[in-house]
Every structure is written in structure tokens, then in C-alpha cells.
């Protein structure tokens, strides 16, 4: 049982490179997010999907696109890196977008903007 | 203010105490009340979860939700070594969870 698949786990890009992070869940979950977890600042919002056709901005937003490509897959875009976004980031899914059921979170991708 | 505010620490107690953190949060529409533990390197995990005020016992672990005064707290009786880790404290805020900033647990010998 899968869970949630994050790819690559690990990542090092050139300032102004872009990349996606992808993302897929094998527990037909309705919604999807996007976090980004610095030192001493928990994990922050970036995007979220509520349901499959649907995305909305969080906490970050600002340098980054999302896809909810379909009902399983939830893809984050960097297009221009920026060294600030160095940070590890993690996708989960819930069963329903935030009333009250557990978000089950992907491995994290360590990113790297030199 | 930030939507969900925790006690950085780190947080030492040493091994058998109860170690409790705290957790407060500016939404007062959010109905669920979510505890993960982040050991270092690994992803979230959930440990706990209350709806509703009062206290909610799993094992070790006890939850307390006062929402009148928008307060969550987690407390670990008989801390093991093994307890150490970060512990995440979020909450739903309509149709998204935050988190908050995390509390740092060490759980000495």
C-alpha cells in the first residue's frame, strides 16, 4: 500500500531553473496539499486542492502553480527558483478537505536553490 | 497573529515525567483539532485527534480541547526516549489544515 508518492526526494536547481514536484495517492482522497517545512516554522500551506477540478492558495502561495492533474495526482511548479525556496516539501491528502479526517503526508522532497 | 501558535521549546523532561504541550489557534469556526509527531528526517505523523471539549485518552497520550479559549493541548505520561521528536499541533480551518510552528520534545534518560 503506496500512500502517498512523492518524486524526486531529493532535488538541487540553479536559481532561475524550474522544476515540478509530483505527487500521487492510491487512497482516492478528495483533497490534496502542498506544504513547505523551514526550520523552526512548521509546515506552511503553499496550495491546496479540496477536490479533483478545484485548486486554492495557502499560507505561501507566491512563486509556485499547482495541477490537480486528476483525482489521484497533485503536481507543484517551481518556474523561476529562488534561493528561498530551499526548504523540504511535503504533499498529503485527506479524505475530505479539512473536516477532521487525518492528512496522510508523502516522504518530502528536499530542495536545494543554489 | 498566526492561525496556530505553539511553544517552540525545545522541551526537556526527563524520562517517566509528563511532558505536556500547548497549542492555540485564532480561528474560532475550526472544528478539529489534530496532533502529529515529526520524528527528525521523516515525514508527519498523526498521534491523536479531538472534536470535542474535553478530554480525549489514547494509551499514553491525552488530548484536552477548550474552545472557548481556542486552546489544544497534548499530554505524554511516562515520556520514553522514544517520545522524542517534533510535535505538530494543526487544525482545520474550513476546507484546509494548518499547522502550527511545532514544539521540539527531548525526553532525557
Redesign the interface.
Same mark, same amino acid.
Given at each position: 500500500n503506496a500512500g502517498v508518492t512523492q518524486t524526486p526526494k531529493f532535488q538541487v536547481l540553479k536559481t532561475g531553473q524550474s522544476m515540478t514536484l509530483q505527487c500521487a495517492q492510491d487512497m482516492n482522497h478528495n483533497s490534496m496539499y502542498w506544504y513547505r517545512q523551514d526550520p523552526g516554522m512548521g509546515l506552511r500551506l503553499i496550495y491546496y486542492s479540496a477536490s479533483e477540478g478545484t485548486t486554492d492558495k495557502g499560507e505561501v502561495p507566491n512563486g509556485y502553480n499547482v495541477s490537480r492533474l486528476n483525482k489521484r495526482e497533485f503536481s507543484l511548479r517551481l518556474e523561476s527558483a529562488a534561493p528561498s525556496q530551499t526548504s523540504v516539501y511535503f504533499c498529503a491528502s485527506s479524505e475530505m478537505g479539512g473536516a477532521g479526517t487525518e492528512a496522510f503526508f508523502g516522504q518530502g522532497t528536499r530542495l536545494t536553490v543554489v | 497573529q498566526k492561525e496556530?501558535e505553539?511553544n517552540?521549546g525545545p522541551l526537556s523532561v526527563p524520562e517517566g515525567a509528563i511532558a505536556s504541550l500547548n497549542c492555540t489557534y485564532s480561528d474560532r469556526g475550526s472544528? =478539529?483539532f489534530?496532533w502529529y509527531r515529526q520524528y527528525s528526517g521523516k =515525514?508527519?505523523?498523526?498521534i491523536m485527534?479531538i472534536?470535542s471539549n474535553g478530554d480525549k485518552e489514547d494509551g499514553r497520550f491525552t488530548a484536552q480541547l477548550n474552545k472557548a479559549s481556542q486552546y489544544v493541548s497534548l499530554l505524554i505520561r511516562d515520556s520514553q526516549p522514544s517520545d522524542s521528536a517534533t510535535y505538530?499541533c494543526?487544525v482545520?480551518?474550513?476546507?484546509?489544515?494548518?499547522?502550527?510552528?511545532?514544539t521540539s520534545l527531548s525526553v532525557i534518560p
Open positions: - | 496556530v505553539q517552540s472544528q =478539529s489534530f =515525514s508527519p505523523e498523526l485527534f472534536y505538530l494543526a482545520n480551518s474550513y476546507d484546509k489544515v494548518i499547522f502550527g510552528p511545532g
